[in-house]
């Protein structure tokens, strides 16, 4: 059975830049058996309600600015999966989370540069689900419950959105060992407890956590964490990093 991921993204750039992060990527989806189908959740969807993405061909969408033009250029043509979005809004009402179908979303950056390093080969269908980021932790675990079962059926679950994220606070020129101690203690926090399985004190991470806000002046970017969560069972860490001195580049499976 295929595990749920939760992946750091980090910059648009990765697409161009891997640095230690793609090769990990590359690595992780080599050892996994090859998804019929993969189901994103992505801190850059942020919506009111669920939705489903349910087009047969979703765009690239370049969902940023400033970047070099060779990052523009960058196409993921992987198909939808219209019946996969039907059947994921299906099992998001019986679970009592009702979900539109959104026909024309497109794929953000949040799913087509991971997913760039880890499948180039665009061959495998993909749909998003939205973040009702307002709705906090709890529902991104009860979303990750509700499709849990499709990882039996050969889908790959992930979560999209990074381990720290303060865009204000980050060193563009920071080299990878340059790690600042307030992000690298937020990490260390979450991972134990991950380890240790508990969910309860993850979920008041922002009042319990070392710096809890500085690393995520607001939720989304972990929010996809909970999702992985959800989806799966055994924590483990595929890989760990920081770029620019504080945006954590951290990879983790839920088997």
Do not use: C
Request: glycine residues 10%.
């Amino acid at each position: 059975m295929l595990p749920s991921l939760f992946i750091s993204h980090g910059s648009p750039m990765l697409a161009l830049q891997p640095g230690a992060s793609g090769p990990a990527l590359a690595r992780l989806a080599a050892g996994l058996p090859r998804p019929k189908a993969i189901v994103v959740v992505s801190a850059h969807w942020e919506s009111q309600g669920l939705s489903v993405m349910s087009g047969a061909q979703p765009q690239t969408w370049h969902d940023f600015g400033g970047f070099p033009a060779a990052l523009y250029a960058v196409q993921y043509p992987a198909p939808g999966a219209p019946e996969l979005a039907r059947q994921v809004a299906g099992l998001l009402g019986d679970a009592g989370l009702p979900a539109q179908l959104d026909v024309q979303r497109p794929f953000d950056h949040g799913t087509w540069v991971p997913l760039s390093l880890m499948y180039p080969d665009a061959g495998i269908p993909v749909i998003q689900v939205s973040l009702p980021s307002r709705q906090g932790p709890a529902l991104q675990l009860q979303v990750g419950k509700a499709l849990a079962g499709l990882r039996a059926q050969g889908i790959l679950l992930v979560g999209s959105g990074s381990i720290t994220h303060n865009l204000g606070e980050l060193d563009w020129h920071a080299g990878p060992d340059a790690i600042e101690p307030w992000a690298r203690a937020f990490r260390d926090w979450v991972v134990e407890q991950l380890k240790a399985e508990d969910t309860a004190t993850l979920e008041d991470y922002r009042q319990r956590a070392p710096y809890a806000v500085r690393n995520h002046p607001s939720d989304e970017h972990l929010l996809p964490l909970f999702f992985a969560m959800g989806a799966g069972d055994r924590f483990g860490i595929v890989h760990q990093g920081f770029t620019m001195g504080a945006l954590g580049m951290d990879i983790y499976r839920f088997d």
